[in-house]
C-alpha cells in the first residue's frame, strides 16, 4: 500500500493506493489524512481507470518524429539561448500548470526568474484563483488562506459564494453535510445559477451575475446598522481607512447626475427617493439590491437575518467569485465583512478560498505566478537581492512579468517568441481560445511538456517532451487549507518520461547552469524550497518551512502531510507593516451590457469531469455521468430564441462560436445560459465553450471574466 494524493482538485484528499498490475491500481481514501478521512468523490475512486497508457507521450518529438532525449533538450536549450541573445529575456515565456508539482514549479520558477532573467512565466492557476490571491494580499499582506477544512464542522452558517461544491469540490461538500447533520448548521448559496448544491440549501440567494460585491457591501451596512461589528478587534487588529465607511457602496452609484450615493452612515441620500438611504437600512438594502442585482427583497433579509444570528460564519468562495472581471474585489467584499465582524482566525469563522487545481496553492508558494517571485516575496530591491543571493542567480529578473492572457497577447503580436507550455492546455482552456491558437500558431518556438500525445496545444509544438503522469511522479502538494501532503510514484516510469523538474534542470545544463540545478531526487528541490521560506520568514511573512529545508531523502519519502502556519496562521498578527489587516474599499461594478451578445453566459465544470478531459475522459464510468456538453437556458430564453430541449443551438460571442445540445432549465435565471468548459478541438464534436469568454480580465488580478461573457443563441 502506497500512500498518495489525488491528481483532480484543491481538496487535496489522501489516497491509499495498492498495485494490483503493471498499470492497474486499487485505490481507496486514507482514513488517516486530514483532509478526507478516507472520503473520496467519484473522480477520486475512479482514479484507477485512467492509469493506462493509452494516448501517452513516450518519447521527445521533434516535429513528427521521434527524437532522443539530448537532440530534444539541445535544441530547446539553443532555441532559448539565440532568443534571449537576440531579443532579450522577456522573449521567452514559460506558461504552466497547478498541475505541476512543487518540486516542478520550483524548478521552472527558479530558471525562469533567476536565470533567463525574466518573470514571463505564468500558469492555469491565474484562470483559477488569482483573484483570491490578490484579495488576501490586499488585506493582510501575503497570500494567507485563514481557515482550515475543520472549521466548517465548527460553524453554525456557511455561505457558499460561486460554488457548486456538491459537483466541484465533493469532499468538502460531505464534510458540510456531515456538519449540518450533526451540528444543525445553516448553508447559504449564492450563485446566479440554481445548482445541485444551491437546490440542498436552506436559503438560496440568486445573486445576478457580478452582483456580489453589491451583496457583500450591503450587508457589511447592514451589520453595521444593526450593532454587530466587533469594535474592538476592528480597534486592534484592523486598518480602516478614514473614508472607508462613507465609501461603503452597497450598491452600484448612479450613473450621472448624482453626487455620491454610498450607504453606511445615514449621510448618504438614496438619489431616487431623496430619503436618507440607509435609514431602516434592511428595508433600503433589500430593496436596492432587488432593483439591482436581481436579489428579491425577502431574500436579502432573510440572509441579513442569519448572518446577524451566526458570528461562527464561514465564507467558502470559488472560482464564481474569482472567474471575473470584478474578482478581487469580490474576495475582499467578503475578506471585509468578515474583518468587520471579528469572523477571523477563530474555530467556525473565516473568509475561505478554495482552489481548483491539486496544487494551485503550491505554485503560489514558489513564485509561479507572474506577479510574484517567489515564497510570497515580490519585487523590491531587497527582496530581489535576496532571491538573487539565495540562489546565486546571474540574471534575477527586474519586476513582474505578464500574467496569462495578456501573455499570449505577447506571443500573439510577436513580442514573445520562444513559449514552454507544462502540463496544460491552454489552447483550449485560456478564454478567446480562438485567439491563443492563433498566437500559438504565429510563435517561432513552442516546446509543449505532457503526458498526453495528442493535445489540442500540442498540435502547435515544435517540440514535444513526455512528462511523468500521476502515478508516476513524486513530489509535494498543497491543498487549500495549506496543507502539503506527498504524491508518490505507483509505477515506473513508462517510456522516456521524465519529471517536469528534471526536465527544466537538463534545459538549464545546456544553458550553462547546471551547478544551480543539480538535484538528483525531488527531496533535494523541496530542501532548497523549504530553506528559502527563511528569505519570507525574515520579511514577517507567515509562510516558513525551513524546518523541513533539512530533511534526509528517507524522511522526505515518508513526510506525513502537514499545514504550514497551522490552523489560525493569522491570529497572532497580519504580516503587514502595522501588523494590521486591512479593510479594502470595493465599489460594485457597473453591469456589462451589449445589445448585439444580449444573454450572460457562464462556462461551469461537470461532476465527474476535469479540465479538457485529457485523464477523466479515459474512465468509461466517469463520462456515463453527462456524456454530451449541454447548453442550459431558461424556458423563457428557450422560447424567446426558438430553442427546443434536446435540439442544436449556436452559441455566439464577440470572440467565436460553437455548437451545444439545448437543456431547457428553470435553474438558469432568464437572460443567462451557461456551458461546460470541458470539451476540446480534439474532440471533434463542437461544444468548445472557451472560444466564446472574451480577453476582459480583473484589473488587479489578471484573472479573465469566464463567468459573465456577453453572447447570443440561436437554434441550428
Ligand atoms: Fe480528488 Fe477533489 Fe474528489 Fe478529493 S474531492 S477525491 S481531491 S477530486
Not at 403 to 422: E, T
Not at 441 to 452: E, K, M, Q
Not at 490 to 504: K, S, T
Request: hydrophobic fraction near 40%; glycine fraction near 10%; include cysteine.
Amino acid at each position: 500500500m502506497i500512500n498518495t494524493t489525488c491528481a483532480y482538485c484543491g481538496v487535496g484528499c489522501g489516497i491509499t493506493a495498492t498495485v494490483t498490475g503493471p498499470r492497474s491500481v486499487q485505490i481507496k481514501g486514507d482514513a488517516e489524512h486530514p483532509a478526507n478521512h478516507g472520503r473520496l468523490c467519484s473522480k477520486g475512486t475512479h482514479l484507477g481507470e485512467t492509469v493506462s497508457l493509452e494516448g501517452r507521450l513516450l518519447h521527445p518529438m521533434i516535429g513528427d518524429n521521434r527524437a532522443t532525449w539530448d537532440q530534444a533538450l539541445d535544441l530547446v536549450a539553443g532555441r532559448m539561448r539565440d532568443c534571449i541573445a537576440e531579443h532579450g529575456p522577456d522573449s521567452v515565456a514559460f506558461y504552466v500548470s497547478g498541475q505541476l508539482l512543487t518540486e516542478d514549479y520550483y524548478a521552472a520558477n527558479k530558471l525562469m526568474k533567476g536565470f533567463v532573467g525574466s518573470a514571463n512565466i505564468d500558469t492555469n492557476s491565474r484562470l483559477c484563483m488569482a483573484s483570491a490571491v490578490a484579495a488576501h494580499n490586499r488585506a493582510f499582506g501575503e497570500d494567507v488562506v485563514p481557515c482550515s477544512y475543520e472549521d466548517l464542522e465548527e460553524a453554525d452558517l456557511i455561505l457558499l459564494v460561486g460554488s457548486n461544491t456538491a459537483w466541484c469540490h465533493p469532499v468538502i461538500w460531505q464534510r458540510i453535510e456531515a456538519a449540518r447533520e450533526k451540528r444543525g448548521t445553516r448553508l447559504v448559496v449564492i450563485d446566479p445559477r440554481r445548482t445541485e448544491t444551491a437546490e440542498q440549501a436552506d436559503l438560496y440567494v440568486p445573486v445576478a451575475p457580478d452582483g456580489d460585491v453589491a451583496l457583500f457591501n450591503a450587508l457589511l451596512a447592514e451589520m453595521r446598522e444593526r450593532g454587530l461589528l466587533d469594535e474592538g478587534y476592528l480597534a486592534e487588529r484592523v486598518e480602516v481607512d478614514a473614508g472607508f465607511w462613507s465609501e461603503l457602496a452597497p450598491y452600484r452609484r448612479p450613473r450621472a447626475g448624482g453626487g455620491p450615493a454610498t450607504c453606511g452612515t445615514g449621510q448618504r441620500v438614496d438619489q431616487e427617493s431623496g430619503a436618507p438611504a440607509c435609514a431602516g437600512a434592511t428595508a433600503s438594502f433589500a430593496a436596492e439590491l432587488a432593483r439591482q442585482a436581481g436579489i428579491p427583497a425577502a431574500t436579502f433579509t432573510q440572509l441579513a437575518d442569519l448572518v446577524a444570528a451566526h458570528p461562527r460564519t464561514v465564507t467558502l468562495f470559488s472560482q464564481g467569485a474569482n472567474q471575473s472581471v470584478c474578482g478581487t474585489d469580490k474576495g475582499n467584499a467578503i475578506i471585509n465583512l468578515h474583518l468587520a465582524t471579528g469572523r477571523i482566525n477563530r474555530p467556525g469563522a473565516g473568509p475561505f478560498s478554495i482552489t481548483g487545481q491539486p496544487n494551485a496553492m503550491g505554485g503560489r508558494e514558489v513564485g509561479g505566478l507572474a506577479n510574484m517571485l517567489a515564497c510570497h516575496l515580490g519585487f523590491t530591491n531587497d527582496e530581489r537581492d535576496a532571491v538573487a543571493r539565495f540562489w546565486q542567480a546571474p540574471n534575477i529578473c527586474t519586476g513582474p512579468g505578464l500574467k496569462a492572457v495578456d501573455l499570449f497577447r505577447a506571443v500573439h503580436d510577436g513580442r514573445i517568441k520562444f513559449l514552454w507550455v507544462m502540463a496544460t492546455n491552454p489552447a483550449v482552456s485560456m478564454p478567446d481560445s480562438g485567439f491563443v491558437r492563433e498566437a500559438l500558431a504565429r510563435c517561432p518556438t513552442v516546446v509543449v511538456s505532457d503526458v498526453i500525445a495528442d493535445t489540442d496545444t500540442g498540435r502547435f509544438a515544435h517540440i514535444r517532451l513526455p512528462a511523468l503522469a500521476w502515478g508516476e511522479k513524486d513530489g509535494t502538494v498543497t491543498n487549500s487549507e495549506r496543507r502539503v501532503s506527498r504524491q508518490r510514484a505507483l509505477f515506473a516510469p513508462p517510456g522516456e518520461a521524465r519529471a517536469d523538474w528534471r526536465i527544466v534542470a537538463q534545459v538549464a545544463e545546456r544553458l550553462g547552469w547546471g551547478e544551480h540545478f543539480a538535484w538528483d531526487h525531488p527531496a533535494g528541490v523541496f530542501r532548497e524550497f523549504a530553506a528559502m521560506t527563511g528569505l519570507a520568514a525574515e520579511r514577517g511573512k507567515v509562510l516558513d518551512l525551513t524546518a523541513l529545508a533539512n530533511l534526509d531523502d528517507a524522511a522526505y519519502e515518508t513526510m506525513a502531510p502537514f499545514q504550514w502556519g497551522g490552523a489560525y496562521p493569522l491570529a497572532h498578527g497580519y504580516p503587514t507593516p502595522s501588523g494590521k489587516a486591512r479593510l479594502v474599499s470595493v465599489a460594485p461594478a457597473e453591469p456589462h451590457t451589449d445589445s448585439a451578445y444580449p444573454l450572460r453566459l457562464n462556462t461551469v465544470r461537470y461532476r465527474d469531469q476535469w479540465h479538457t478531459m485529457t485523464r477523466t475522459g479515459l474512465s468509461p464510468t466517469l463520462s456515463q455521468h453527462r456524456p454530451e456538453a449541454l447548453l442550459e437556458v431558461h424556458p423563457q430564453d428557450a422560447l424567446a430564441q426558438g430553442l427546443s430541449d434536446g435540439g442544436l443551438a449556436r452559441v455566439e460571442s464577440a470572440s467565436g462560436a460553437s455548437v451545444f445540445r439545448v437543456r431547457v432549465t428553470a435553474t438558469q435565471r432568464p437572460g443567462e445560459i451557461c456551458v461546460p468548459m470541458h470539451w476540446t478541438d480534439a474532440m471533434a464534436c463542437g461544444a468548445r465553450a472557451n472560444r466564446l469568454p472574451g480577453q476582459g480580465t480583473d484589473p488587479i488580478s489578471g484573472q479573465p471574466g469566464f463567468k459573465n461573457a456577453a453572447a447570443r443563441v440561436q437554434p441550428v
